[in-house]
């Protein structure tokens, strides 16, 4: 990540709106959930299970959860303009049919020097596949951030730890990004034409002056339709929803530890769904939260927005 020429972050709210409750919706139990992605055209919330290797298919209106195994890690997946999903696999961007399952490759990585798999992604508003490369050691600046443009990757930040959430204001002039040991949500200035960041600078922190535990940072995040970033709270158990000057205006709670990310969805995208985990979870911590690993639901009062999809040209 490069330098951040901001020091200063906008005091948080400390008492922010009083939160809504999340309902569990999807007792998966998955290691690690994550990617959640709303496909507006077949009315379902795509997750993946990235250890597994499992990308899933939930139907909140019947609650039915269907599986498509991928066979090796899975960090995200992406819609395609022409209906097709795009996974995200260690060593390869995979198109998907999502009726049959079947992939074919669409691009390679380059060979990296450790050993890599994807952790979150996204599509900017432009159509490019934005996708965390993460170093399975967790070693210090070790990972980066790649982009998908239709003929091949550019790597457009090195020196990450470990890489999460993304998103783009409305007006598609600022991108918002995690690198999870730095407990901040960082913003860049964004050129919608190139795709160019500039400007890296601390958004929002997410620590203990907000009253979390020393051991939460962030994770996933998502931008709602008044420009308000929320962010999911690994180890924190709950998201956060911070207003575009970086102040903090509410707090949903989720009974499990391993907040991992969270997209809008449902008929009118006013469903906010939250993935969790049970990843290193003690023996312990397993038994105090048996759904840890589900899929929740919150309604906050708010709406999302349409999620981008990769285009073949872009």
Known sequence: MPTDQHSEIPAPNRTPAP?????????????????????????????????????????????????????????????????????????????????????????????????????????????????????????????????????????????????????????????????????????FDFDETTGALADGRPFARVDESLGLPASAVPDGLTVDEDDCVWVAVWGGGCVLRFAPDGSLLARIDVPVARASSCAFGGADLADLFITTAWEDATPDELAAEPAAGGIYRARPGVRGRSADRLRKGA
């Open 19 to 187: 939160g809504v409750p999340a309902e569990l919706v999807l007792d998966a139990r998955a290691e690690l959930a994550e990617g959640p992605l709303w496909d507006d055209e077949r009315h379902v919330l795509w997750w993946v299970d990235i250890i597994a290797g499992r990308v899933h298919r939930f139907d909140p209106a019947t609650g039915s959860d269907s599986v498509i195994e991928i066979g090796r890690p899975v960090g995200c997946v992406a819609l395609r303009d022409d209906g097709a999903l795009v996974v995200a696999a260690p060593e390869a961007l995979l198109t998907l049919n999502p009726e049959t399952g079947a992939t074919d490759a669409l691009a390679r990585f380059e060979p990296e020097p450790v050993a890599l798999r994807c952790n979150d992604g996204k599509c900017d508003p432009q159509g490019r596949f934005w996708i965390d490369r993460l170093a399975l050691d967790r070693a210090p600046g070790a990972s980066s951030l790649v982009r998908f443009a239709g003929s091949g990757f550019e790597t457009v930040l090195r020196g990450l730890t470990i890489p999460n959430g993304l998103g783009w204001s409305a007006d598609g002039k600022r991108m918002y990004f995690v690198d999870s040991p730095r407990r901040v949500v960082s913003v």
